[in-house]
Antibody, heavy 122, light 104 residues
Framework: EVQVLESGGDLVQPGGSLRLSCVVSGFSLNNYGMAWVRQVPGKGLEWVSVIHVGGGSTNYADSVKGRFTISRDNSKDTVYLQMNSLRADDTAVYYC???????????????WGQGTLLTVSS | VMTQSPATLSVSPGERVILSCRASQSVGTKLAWYQQKSGQAPRLLIGGASTRATGISGRFSGSGSGTEFTLIISSLQSEDFAVYYCQQYNEWPLTFGGGTKVEI
């Protein structure tokens, strides 16, 4: 059974930093894509960032470009999201999601974690 | 930009439900549909505009290409009351529609 587990969500002050982690078990990430998708409670889904686990290619939404960095540790089947210069509008539940197919152009997501909540507030 | 309509749909169990998703420019068939129940993560229903994901009931079907897409639930069951999102993966940034809430 594939399990996706996010962690690291917390209450952070504006301008602060935080790192989210996503650990995958029961599944070999191989050359697949892993993404972070966020959701303000009660609102819709917003794609944040994606990484190609094999090659390391990355991409970001304009709203986080230059502030967030996605990375992976293949030995630990873990993907990270380093978030700097946090703003109130970054407050959301952050989901980790997996696109289990060999194609950078096939980025839709079969497996999702339960999410971790980031609150940015003073 | 992905636009879903209607925003809310009030239906009764057993009814046939048609949800719409429109893209501001062609995405080919690079369109996925997700279901999200309250307090849960999204669940993939459809990829490639019309291919059901593993384990998804045959009462869910997707169609369309280019800019117009449809998700049909042939006979709504109680467990289908949820919010449904479409997502395009044809170009960056990956984008989701605003969702359609299917309620009783």
């Amino acid at each position: 059974e594939v399990q996706v587990l996010e962690s690291g969500g917390d209450l952070v002050q504006p301008g602060g930093s935080l790192r989210l982690s996503c650990v995958v078990s029961g599944f070999s990430l191989n050359n697949y894509g892993m993404a972070w998708v966020r959701q303000v409670p009660g609102k819709g889904l917003e794609w944040v960032s994606v990484i190609h686990v094999g090659g390391g290619s990355t991409n970001y939404a304009d709203s986080v470009k230059g502030r967030f960095t996605i990375s992976r540790d293949n030995s630990k089947d873990t993907v990270y999201l380093q978030m700097n210069s946090l703003r109130a509008d970054d407050t959301a539940v952050y989901y980790c999601a997996i696109a289990p197919r060999n194609g950078w152009d096939l980025l839709f997501f079969d497996y999702w974690g339960q999410g971790t909540l980031l609150t940015v507030s003073s | 930009v992905m636009t879903q309509s209607p925003a809310t749909l009030s239906v009764s169990p057993g009814e046939r439900v048609i949800l719409s998703c429109r893209a501001s420019q062609s995405v080919g068939t690079k369109l996925a549909w997700y279901q999200q129940k309250s307090g849960q993560a999204p669940r993939l229903l459809i990829g490639g505009a019309s291919t059901r994901a593993t384990g998804i009931s045959g009462r869910f079907s997707g169609s369309g290409s280019g800019t117009e897409f449809t998700l049909i639930i042939s006979s709504l069951q109680s467990e289908d009351f949820a919010v449904y999102y479409c997502q395009q993966y044809n170009e960056w940034p990956l984008t989701f529609g605003g969702g359609t809430k299917v309620e009783i």
